[in-house]
Every structure is written in C-alpha cells, then in structure tokens.
C-alpha cells in the first residue's frame, strides 16, 4: 500500500448526442407542449387586436362607464357610440361571489361528510353523482334553471327580502324578482358546487394521518378533531378550490343569459331583476352587434379573459402550495 | 387450545342508541308538520327547514345532556354535513327527473330520422327531428378531436417523458388554458380566423374552438396517466437500447393506452355540451351537412337553444327532448370513461 | 430530576458491561410506594383482535396493577400495538376490526355498550411512535389541547401547563418559549411535549406505543426518566422492541409471540424474573437474542 495521498480525480464530463429520430421526437414534442403558450397568446393578441380600436375610443370608460348604446346612419357609418362595461362588471362579479358564498359551505360539508362521516358504499356512489353533475352541459342548467328553479328562487328572494331587507343588499325600489342576480347566483352555485366539492374532499383526504389519530387518542370528538386537524391542514386548499370555482362561474354564459335580466346600470341589490354579466352580454348583443359593435364585443371578451386567467392563476398556485407541503 | 370466540364489534351502534336516533327523527318530523300547519310557513321548504332544525336541535341537546358540549357540538356537526350532502345532490336528482319528464313526450321516432329544414321549432312534435343536431354534434367531436388528442397527448408527453425547461410554464398554463371561457374561445376564433380567412360560418370553426377547451383536459388527465406507468418500463427499453420515442411510442404509450382513451373520452364529454361558440361560430344550420367546411352546421346544443328561445309549448318540449339526448350521449361518455378507468392496469 | 438521572448514568456506567438485562432491571432505583395510584387499575381478559378476517391477537388476559409499569415485548407483527389499541378503542377505525373480550378500567368494560368511547380515551391516554404535534399551535397550546378538544374547564390553566411540562421533563427547556410554534423542537422535545399533551386531561393509563423507537438515545434516557416518574400516579403499558429499554424501566413485562398465527401472550412476570428466570423456553429464546 503505497502512503501516498490520495488524489481526487476531477468528474468526467459525460456527453450524450440523441439520435437524430431522438431530436425529431424532442422538437415535435416540445413544440405540442408549447402549443399552449402559443394559443393563450394568441387569444390575447387578437381579441386585443380586434377590440384596440374600441378600447382606445373609450380609454379607461370602457371599464368604468356603464352604457352600450351605438348609433349608425344609413350607410353603415358609425355616428356616436359609447360603450362601457362598468355594469356587465360588477354583474359578474355579484353573481359569481353569490355563487361562491352558497356553494362553499355547502360543498365543504359535502367533503367533510365524504370523508369522515360517509360508509363506504354511499361515498362511492355520492362521488359518481357529484363528478357526473360536473360533467352536465350548462345549456342544461340553462334552462332547468329558468323553467324549474327559478320560481322556487323567486319564492325565496320574496322571504328574504321580506326578513331581511333591511341590509341593503337584499333591498329593492321597485319589487321585480325574476331574472335577478341572486337566481343567476343559484343556478352557478349549484353548477360550481361539484368541483368545489372535489377539490376539498382531496385536501381533506391528504390530512396527516398520525394527527388524527393523536386527536382521537386525547379523547377528542370526531368535529373536534377535524376542527384541529383537518381544518388548520386544508384551509387553504379550500380558498384555492372556491377561487377556481369563482372563476368558472365568471366564465359561465348560457346558464346564466336564461335566468339573467340584462340591464345597464350597476346594480347592487341582488334580488332586484336587473343585472349584468359579461359573458352573457356578448351572446346577447352578438346576433345583430353592427361591425363596429362587434369590435366592442371583442374588447368585453379580452377583459373576461384576462379576468377569469388571473383567478384561476391565483387559485391554481394555492392548491398547489396546499397540496404539496400541507400545512 | 384455546376456543375461538366470535368477533364482535362492540362499538357499532346498539339497538337502544338505534331507537333513540329513530325516535328523535320521527319527532323532527311531527314538529316539522306541526310548525308548518300551526304557522304561517308554507312550502316544502318550510317543511325542508323545519325538519332540519328540529333534528338538529333535538340530537344537539340530547347529545349534551347525555354527554355534554364537546358531543353537543359534534352532534350538531353530524346534522351540518348530512344537510350539506342532501343539498349537493337534491339538484342532480331534480335535473334528471325533469328531463325525463318533460323530455320523454317528444322523443319519437322520426326524431332520430328528421331534420329541421321543413319544419320550424313551433310545429308539432310529429314534424322535424334532430337528426342534423346530432349528426352535427358528432361531426364537430370528431374533428375536434382529430385536432386537440395530438396536441394533448403530445403535451402529456414533455410534461412527463422530456422535462425540459418549459415544464413549470407549460404546466402553468395549461392550467390557465382550462380557466378560459367558453365564449373567449368562441371569440378568439372569431377574431383570428373567421372574419379575416374564411368568413363564413362552419363547422369547422366551431371544431377549432372546442378544441382549444379540450386540449387542458386531455393533456392534464393524460399527463396524470403518463405519470402512473412505473419508469421500470422506461428503464428497460432504453437498456435494450431503444431510443427515447421507440421507448415511448413502442412501450410507455401502450401501456397507458386505457388511460389515454379515458383521457379523450373526457375531453369530448366536456365539449359535448357547450353552446356558447357554437353560437359565435356555427351558423346552427337546419339541414344535416356532411361538409364541415362549409355551410352552418347544427349540433345539439344550438337545437336546444334556438327550440327553447321559440317559446311554445311544442318549442319547450323539443328543447327538453334535445337535453334528454343531449344527457344520455354525456352520460354515455361519462360511463364509458369510469368503465375504462376502472379497468386500469390490464397487463 | 437532573440529579436522579445523572446517578442512573452513573449507576449504568459503574456497572460497565451489564453481564445481562436481570442486572439492568435490578439496577434501578426502587419505586416509592403507592403514591395516590389513581384507581383499581387496567385488567384485560381474553381479548382477541381481527382485522376482517385475518385474526390478529389471541386470548389476551393481563392485570395491569395501578402504579406500575408494564413492558411488552415480543418480535415484529406480533400483534403488541394492535392490542394496546384495543384498550383504548382505537382499533375500531381501522376498517374491518372486531375484537372480542373485555377490557376493565376500574372494574367497568369499557366496550359496554353505552359507553362514552371520548371518555374512556380521556382515561386511557396514548403516546404514538412518531412525535405528532399539532403544528397550528403554539407550545402552551399543544400541552392544553386536550382540554379544548373535550371542552374541559379547568382552574388555573398556566399552573397545568407548567405542570405537564414540568412531568414530562420538558418545563425548563420550553418554559421562556411557550408561544413558539409546535413543531420547532427537537424530535426528543417534541415527544416530550406529547407526553405533556397526554397528561394534561389527566389520564389514569397511559398506553406508549415505541415511543423512543424514533429517538436518539440522550431523549429516549429521558424520556425513560420521565416514564419512571410518571408511573407514581399511573399505569404506564409500553410496547417496546429494546429489551434493554424494558429491563430499565419497567416492573413487569409480558412476551407476545406469533407463530404465524394470531399474536398470543407466552408469559408474564416480573421484570427481573423474566430475564433471569423465563419460564417459557420461547421467552429464554427471545431474551438471549436467539431470535426477534
């Protein structure tokens, strides 16, 4: 054995040259997965491209003006316009939070109940239901919304307006109460529910084990333990799984055009039958919108882009975070 | 020796704790009728309302009495989250049995062999058939998916076989492709395609905007497939000396083949029903047209849409008959795809 | 308590190489009698054990006197912690268990029907192998969350805390930062704050499933100093693989054995008798490290 240091080679440096079929493969790869990248920019670039005039017309109005009113002469000219999608905004935004705030608790309970009340039998069929019910057409909530929902809704927007009007929101002027906000916000509720439901029920399952089990042994109820363990573990997957259903129901259309009354002015009383949803308004004005209109329409569609990719960009980034360190 | 004695759960709920759930259940009912004829609430809601919280209050109480808060509050919480399960499903049940109902009477035969081009929405039921709508909505499946499975699965791919440097932001935005409405698509093809090259309604079109909703469903479900096939399987054929796409083609496809077809088959479930860029885009022809390049097409939900906005009562029963169709093709789907699913590993 | 375990280091030290374990568990320091043991203690008869069909643990009788503390040993898979779950009703959540037997804390069957299953657990406490504090809670919090689970009211509350704490071994360590966050002590500190967790709803058993099997040795030494003292004013059974664990801390000790069938109790005795004197030639197998 010789007592001379050892001496610590250097690493090799370990080069690969992929076939050429291997480059191939990587090229036509990479580029179908970049195919997304191209198509989300695409759809910015040109609703963007389409809309610039009209957005350039009315600058920051088109967001904060509440109007949507085009006057042409005979030949097609466009004389006055003015479009403004302040009401079509908050329209949105009413109907998706109402949404929101029925389907949340109800859809954490569901979790809770699949999870930790449910036998096994029943969870198996409830979780069949409740992903087949994600895959029902909106069109379907469209309409069963209108002709079957809507009357007991209006029914229970008499109730509340009558115990609880006084809190502003559920006060009205004038008591029309079909086709308001708050029917829109049901049928979403019900359409956003499932996936709400999904989401919560797979954080829910991924709460510690061992804690739970530490819960039980200290003597604690099954509500008290999942208030000290799975709760704390999922709240912010849930916040991520309402934001995503937040998001769908902002891009709802059908649904919500059958049982919406639209109307041009920013309305906050939510049982009242006037309201105002972006998506819905480009359906709406779509089948006789005059070229200039259309440009409008495209503006409308780039702002419910860039507002429903923001929500679900948040949203997605929470239930990731959740999922993977869960705390 | 000792003799084996039966295994008992001695935990499970006795015949007295049994008896005790019944008969407070059976006194929330008697209250919840007795509130509702004595005052002046009416409805099923009342009695809905009335039930739960007499049940919830008569388990929380007792439970106290006989065990105090801490019980108290969890009984209180069992009553909480069966109401939050009935409440989730009551709205499936109402939907199905409505379309049965009020789709059944204008299911025919001539429905299935009939188009709309003699016959308007209001007509009686005998006349017209949506025959168009479906073969329409078929056409406009098949072509979005000759379109989106390739990019779909080719995006699966790199997000689980390459992992290159695009991984974070390709995952990234495919989930912010599934965020994008419906009518935005329909928009977009509008703007870029429609008006300036082929301006004029089609089939195709609508294809193209479908395909942008399905490819974020196909790829993640894909990618989730992908990523259960073990890397033995990977392992072994690059140590045969395959390259990187005999191995993936030859050997991680197949063996994901079950779970891909689940993948498209979830993907056209969801677009089966959506209306909004078919409106944009289609035309919502009458007739059936064989040629999707050319001409408006008619599909399923542009059927309904147009029977229901006609308004007469023959109107309404035709647009509930399309949902009934319209249901049973999602149902289909949805079936075929757990069935699939479920069948997973078949080595 | 510093004092005593520096003399137990000594003692362990003095006597060099401990020729076998019957010196180790005559080493320790003698027991002070009867300090308000709390209650007639745990008895369990015939107790069987399944998990569907598979059946887990077979005939189990022990006596668990009040005040003392009781080691089972046994190989891997013998059904030890299936059965110290079954005393305090935690076998039923897994899904498929049954059981048959009894199990009578203070002469009461806590399988009665018509038991309260959260009382008995408040009874019955339990420390798991792997240190598992609510990570949501703050220290003090931890140690109390016993009593906000089970909606207990008690007096003086810091006095508690600093109680457990100060039982558990943990007091001094922890006693400027009980505002910090669960899960920012050491493993040792943290199964130490367990125990402390367990203690607080004041329990009359206290069932420790390998709870120093996750531990380097200086926190399992303490741990095992804590476990002496706790067992003046408790029954304390411990599932534990180190034989030498069980010579040190425990007065009795009882050897599970399955022989691919259901896990069966071979023998019960005293602790130095059982490893100086096994009546079973099984037992001597085991404890000679023939075999397990």
Same mark, same amino acid.
């Given at each position: 054995m010789s007592t001379q240091e050892l001496v610590i080679p250097a690493p090799r440096e370990i080069v690969t040259q992929p076939r050429h079929s291997d480059k191939v493969f990587r090229g036509v790869v990479t580029g179908g997965g970049l195919s997304s990248l191209a198509i989300l920019g695409l759809i910015a670039i040109f609703l963007g491209y389409r809309g610039f005039e009209v957005l350039r017309q009315e600058g920051i109005g088109f967001i904060t003006h509440s109007d949507w009113s085009i006057s042409t002469d005979d030949a097609g000219n466009v004389l006055d316009s003015h479009f403004g999608l302040a009401a079509m905004l908050v329209g949105t935004i009413l109907c998706s939070l109402i949404a929101v705030v029925i389907a949340v608790p109800i859809s954490v309970f569901s979790a809770l109940f699949l999870n930790f009340y449910a036998p096994g039998w029943l969870k198996k069929i409830l979780i069949t239901i409740i992903d087949m019910m994600a895959a029902f057409p909106s069109i379907l909530f469209g309409i069963w919304g209108f002709l079957v929902l809507m009357p007991s809704v209006e029914y229970w927007a008499k109730l509340l307006h009558r115990y609880l009007g006084f809190i502003p929101i559920f006060d009205m002027q004038v008591p029309v109460y079909t086709r308001s906000p708050f029917v829109a916000g049901v049928v979403l509720s019900i359409m956003i529910i499932p996936i709400i439901t999904s989401v919560s029920r797979e954080i829910f399952s991924q709460a510690p084990l061992d804690r739970i089990q530490a819960a039980y042994a200290l003597g604690a109820t099954r509500w008290a333990m999942i208030k000290a363990v799975v709760i704390p573990h999922g709240r912010s997957g849930v916040i991520g799984g309402a934001m995503l259903g937040l998001g769908r129901a902002m891009g709802e259309t059908v649904a919500v055009f059958t049982v919406l009354n639209i109307v041009f002015q920013v309305n906050w009383?939510? /049982? /009242?039958g006037a309201g105002g949803n972006v998506a819905s308004l480009i359906i709406l004005k779509f089948g006789d919108a005059s070229p200039y209109e259309i440009k409008a329409l495209m503006a409308a569609g780039l702002i419910l882009f860039l507002l429903t990719l923001v929500v679900n960009a948040i949203a997605n980034l929470i239930v990731k975070t959740t999922g993977k360190s869960g705390r | 020796m000792t003799i084996i004695p039966t295994p008992t759960k001695p935990w499970t709920a006795s015949t007295k704790d049994r008896s005790i759930d019944g008969a407070i259940f059976l006194v929330a009912l008697l209250s919840s009728y007795l509130l509702v004829s004595l005052t002046p609430l009416k409805g099923k809601l009342a009695y809905f309302v009335c039930f739960f919280l007499a049940y919830a209050i008569l388990t929380t109480g007792f439970k106290g009495v006989q065990r105090g808060n801490a019980a108290a509050k969890d009984a209180l919480v069992n009553s909480l989250v069966a109401i939050g399960a009935i409440v989730t499903v009551i709205p499936v049940a109402s939907i199905l049995t409505t379309v049965f109902q009020k789709g059944l009477p204008g299911i025919s035969f001539n429905l299935f062999s009939h188009d709309m081009a003699l016959a308007t *929405?209001?007509? *009686?039921?005998?006349?017209?058939?949506?025959l168009h709508a479906i073969t329409g909505t078929l056409t406009l499946m098949v072509l979005a998916l000759v379109m989106s499975v390739p990019i779909g699965i080719l995006t699966a791919l790199y997000l689980t076989e390459i992992k290159g440097r695009f991984t974070g932001p390709i995952r990234f935005l495919v989930q912010a492709m599934s965020g994008v409405p419906s009518i935005v698509a329909g928009l977009f093809i509008l703007s870029a395609i429609l008006y300036p090259i082929t301006k004029g309604y089609s089939g195709f079109m609508g294809a193209l905007a479908l395909t942008i909703l399905m490819i974020p469903t196909i790829a993640r479900t894909s990618e989730e497939v992908l990523n259960l096939i073990p890397n033995d399987l990977r392992e072994a054929g690059t140590a045969l000396g395959g390259t990187q796409w005999r191995t993936v083609a030859m050997i991680v496809l197949p063996a994901a083949r079950s779970g891909l077809v689940t993948a498209v088959i979830l993907g056209v479930a969801r677009i089966a029903g959506e209306t909004a860029p078919i409106l944009l885009l289609t035309g919502g022809g009458d007739k059936v047209n064989p040629n999707a390049f050319t001409g408006p097409m008619g599909s399923l939900p542009y059927y309904i849409w147009k029977s229901f906005n006609a308004g007469s009562p023959e109107a309404i029963t035709r647009a509930w008959a399309g949902l009934l169709v319209l249901v049973g093709l999602v149902l289909f789907l949805f079936t075929t795809a757990r069935f699939l699913g479920s069948r997973k590993v078949s080595k | 308590m510093t004092t005593s375990h520096e003399s137990e280091n000594q003692e362990m030290q003095t006597s060099v190489k401990p020729s076998s374990l019957a010196d180790v568990a005559n080493a320790k320091a003698p027991k002070a009698p009867g300090t308000s043991a709390l209650g007639t203690g745990l008895e369990t008869r015939g107790v069987h054990a399944w998990f569907g069909k598979h059946h887990a643990l077979s005939n189990i009788s022990l006596d668990f006197a009040a005040g003392t503390v009781t080691a089972l040993i046994g190989p891997s898979g013998c059904g030890k912690s299936t059965f110290i779950r079954t005393i305090n009703r935690m076998h039923e959540f897994i899904p498929g268990a049954a059981m048959a037997g009894e199990v009578l804390l203070d002469g009461k069957d806590v399988y009665a029907p018509g038991t309260d299953v959260t009382k008995i657990r408040l009874q019955i406490g339990m420390v798991f192998q792997k240190p598992n504090p609510f990570p949501s809670m703050t220290i003090g919090e931890n140690v109390l969350s016993g009593l906000k689970l089970a909606q207990l009211k008690v007096e003086n509350k810091d006095d508690l805390l600093e109680e457990c704490l100060e039982r558990a071994g943990l007091w001094n360590e922890v006693k400027d930062r009980l505002g910090a966050h669960g899960g920012s002590l050491s493993g040792g500190q943290q199964q130490r704050l367990c125990i402390a967790r367990a203690l607080a709803v004041r329990p009359q058993v206290l069932l420790m499933?390998?709870?120093?099997?996750?531990?380097?040795p200086g926190s399992t030494l303490r741990i095992e100093d804590t476990i002496r003292h706790l067992s003046d004013t408790m029954t304390i059974i411990i599932v534990t693989h180190n034989m030498q664990q069980a010579a040190r801390v425990s007065d009795y000790t009882a050897f599970f054995l399955s022989d691919g069938g259901p896990g069966q109790m071979i023998e019960v005795a005293p602790t130095s008798e059982i490893f100086?004197?096994?009546?079973?030639s099984r037992t001597e197998s085991y404890v000679t490290g023939r075999f397990g």
């Open positions: 009383q939510m /049982l /009242l | *929405p209001t007509d *009686p039921l005998t006349n017209g058939g949506l | 499933d390998e709870p120093c099997s996750a531990l380097d100086s004197r096994p009546q079973d």
